[in-house]
């Protein structure tokens, strides 16, 4: 019976075979796999955000080295335009708002070309 109440007792054998002078072996392992849900996530999060506003990016700047006199844009902050002139050494360009009104902006202020709709485009 006394044999019966000390095995009870006792904590169970080590089953990895390791012993008591190398308890660890395997943890490097174990280590490397609880990082790969984080190593998952940043690669997911780089595939659906950054891939496609590094692509944005360098669309928005071809489109300004390709800007020339007498293309309609639009600025950043809403307002439509007509070039009329550069400033290179400045980096700005001059934009004809209406008759006799002329301003200069920056050429990264510029959001784009403007997408005018004709009567065919409404179809």
């Known amino acids: 019976m006394d044999n019966l109440i000390q095995y009870t007792m006792a904590p169970p054998p080590n089953k990895s075979g390791a012993g008591a002078e190398g308890g660890e072996g395997g943890g490097s392992g174990a280590g490397l796999m609880s990082l790969m849900p984080l190593v998952l996530i940043f690669i997911l999060f780089y595939v659906l955000f950054i891939l496609p506003q590094r692509k944005q990016q360098k669309k ?10 007498g293309d309609e844009v639009v600025t950043s902050g809403g307002m439509f335009g007509t070039i009329v002139g550069f400033n290179e050494r400045e980096n700005t360009l001059y934009l004809k708002m209406a008759e006799n009104v002329k301003i200069e902006i920056q050429r990264s202020s510029i959001s784009g070309l403007r997408q005018t709709n004709t009567p065919e485009q409404k179809k």
């Open 60 to 69: 928005h700047k071809e489109t300004l080295g390709l800007l020339k006199k």
